[in-house]
């Protein structure tokens, strides 16, 4: 089991910037993929962001393609989502979520969260218009 602790959240305005962190402990060793999901009030959680182990592969939701940018360092079992360009639309919880299975079948791209094993707490991003 992974543990997982986001940090980096908070308000800002639309147009602005936040850097959201990720840090691993446990075993983190056995992560595979790191990805960032969200959840607005009322709405279900949704996919944003995910990277391999070695960093080369990144996949993006399309509605944060070209704003935000996920990076991990393994060094020190820590992932990143630099969130640039923000939104109002972007305002969420963002969890932090791993996974220990190599891509394959329905579990492919890591778009699902089924596809993860271990979940963060979350952490609140606030974007004022």
């Known amino acids: 089991q992974v543990q997982l602790v986001e940090s980096g959240g908070g308000l800002v305005q639309a147009g602005g910037s936040l850097r959201l962190s990720c840090a691993a402990s446990?075993?983190?060793?056995?992560?595979?993929?790191m990805g960032w999901f969200r959840q607005a009030p009322g709405k279900e959680r949704e996919f944003v962001a995910v990277?391999?182990?070695?960093?080369?592969?990144?996949d993006y939701a399309d509605a944060v393609k070209g704003r935000f940018t996920i990076s991990r360092d393994n060094t020190k079992n820590m992932a990143y989502l630099q969130m640039n360009s923000l939104k109002p639309e972007d305002t969420a919880v963002y969890y932090c979520?791993?996974?220990?299975?190599?891509?394959?079948?329905?579990?492919?791209?890591?778009?699902?969260?089924?596809?993860?094993?271990?979940w963060g707490q979350g952490t609140q991003v606030t974007v004022s218009s």
């Open positions: 990277i391999n182990r070695s960093g080369s592969n990144t």
């Open positions: 446990g075993r983190p060793s056995w992560i595979y993929a």
């Open positions: 979520t791993t996974s220990i299975r190599l891509p394959t079948g329905a579990c492919s791209n890591f778009r699902e969260s089924r596809c993860y094993d271990d």
